[in-house]
């Protein structure tokens, strides 16, 4: 079940912040295998002054445009999986969107899976007894 928080500026039209919501999940399903329904976003549009980013960062110059991706997720996956999903959610944007490459920028925590409750109190991944 990854919980995925996506950050924008209010500079983007109306249906964009979306978009990019089914762009990761899409992803999600096709590349790191997640399967169907488990779409979990919290999607946030901020003002101009409460997007904090430096002119450049590792020789990318970044505008504000910018996007942040995080996705909390269980634990396990590959490099090269998490290489593939990071490029295709940037070629989806750019493609889809027109979203600038360098305003692209995507952060994944894993974590155990007795670390997640889907309701109830309960701890749905616990191994059982």
Same mark, same amino acid.
């Given at each position: 079940?990854?919980?995925?928080?996506?950050?924008?500026?209010?500079?983007?039209?109306?249906?964009?912040?979306?978009?990019?919501?089914?762009?990761?999940?899409?992803?999600?399903?096709?590349? !790191?295998?997640?399967?169907?329904?488990? +779409?979990? *976003?919290?999607?946030?549009?901020?003002?101009?002054?409460? #997007? @904090?980013?430096?002119?450049?960062?590792?020789?990318?110059?970044?505008?504000?445009?910018?996007?942040?991706?995080?996705?909390?997720?269980?634990?396990?996956?590959?490099?090269?999986?998490?290489?593939?999903?990071?490029?295709? !959610?940037?070629?989806?944007?750019?493609? +889809?969107? *027109?979203?600038?490459?360098?305003?692209?920028?995507?952060? #994944? @925590?894993?974590?155990?899976?007795?670390?997640?409750?889907?309701?109830?109190?309960?701890?749905?991944?616990?191994?059982?007894?």
């Amino acid at each position: 079940m990854p919980f995925v928080r996506i950050d924008l500026g209010k500079q983007y039209p109306d249906g964009v912040a979306q978009q990019v919501g089914d762009i990761v999940y899409q992803a999600m399903i096709h590349h !790191i295998n997640v399967p169907p329904d488990d +779409k979990f *976003q919290v999607i946030t549009k901020h003002d101009a002054d409460e #997007l @904090v980013i430096p002119k450049s960062y590792l020789g990318i110059e970044y505008s504000p445009g910018i996007i942040f991706i995080q996705v909390t997720l269980n634990e396990g996956r590959s490099t090269e999986l998490k290489k593939k999903f990071y490029k295709v !959610i940037c070629d989806g944007l750019v493609e +889809k969107l *027109q979203i600038r490459p360098e305003d692209i920028v995507i952060n #994944l @925590v894993e974590v155990n899976k007795e670390n997640w409750s889907f309701g109830h109190g309960e701890m749905q991944y616990a191994p059982k007894n």
